[in-house]
């Protein structure tokens, strides 16, 4: 009976230990990125030796993976099957470009550093579109049903993390001002 407890206790202990080294370095790629990340500054943030930190995460890559799967397990990115009974078009795209602005706010810090570093550190552009692309799939079908060519590509636009910053943070919009701005554009594309 000791015997089985001292291996759940250890189990546990594991666990925790992986947990804190995935906690901490989701912090750091939050403030300096993934590129930036360093082994060294996730060991002393979360507390352990590199030897324990290289026990848990044998290479850059399981690292990677778990850390997205804890961030997306914190906060979800919203699901676009919930706008697909939206019969109204504006409606239907102000309520997917809401929720996702939403997200993007919540997320801003995490989600400047990971797009940033995408563009330069493969791994992290690898796990970017294995995370993300199946959600702006989704997106692009439920909220571009019925969109002609220069609609969906405004809809592209509506959806970047970049527009909404430029939008809510450079230009003071608030959330709901920005999905409607973007709703009015996307609905004016076909116009131009």
């Known amino acids: 009976m000791a015997r089985t407890y001292t291996l759940k206790r250890r189990a546990e202990q594991q666990a925790e230990t992986r947990r804190r080294i995935v906690e901490a370095a989701v912090d750091l790629h939050g403030s300096v990125g993934p590129a930036c990340t360093s082994v060294s500054m996730i060991a002393e943030r979360a507390g352990v030796q590199r030897h324990t930190f290289y026990a848990h995460f044998p290479d850059e890559r399981s690292l990677a993976m778990a850390c997205s799967g804890m961030a997306f397990e914190r906060d979800p ?15 239907r795209l102000r309520a997917g470009l809401n929720a996702i ?19 330069v550190h493969a791994l992290t552009k690898e796990i970017m579109q294995l995370r993300f692309r199946p959600y702006w799939s989704a997106y692009h079908e ?7 060519a220069k609609q969906r590509a405004m809809l592209a ?5 970049h527009t909404w910053r430029t939008l809510a943070r450079e230009s003071g919009l608030k959330r709901n001002a920005a999905a409607a701005a973007m709703v009015q554009a996307i609905e004016s594309a076909e116009a131009l």
Do not use: H
């Not at 602005?101 to 563009?119: I, K």
């Not at 439920?142 to 002609?148: D, E, F, R, W, Y």
């Open 142 to 148: 439920v909220l571009g049903t019925k969109l002609t």
């Open 101 to 119: 602005y939403a997200w993007y706010e919540r997320n801003e810090e995490l989600t400047a550093c990971v797009l940033r570093d995408s563009e």
């Open 157 to 161: 636009l509506a959806l970047s993390f």
């Open 77 to 91: 990115l919203p699901d676009a099957a919930s706008w697909r009974g939206i019969e109204n078009r504006c409606e």
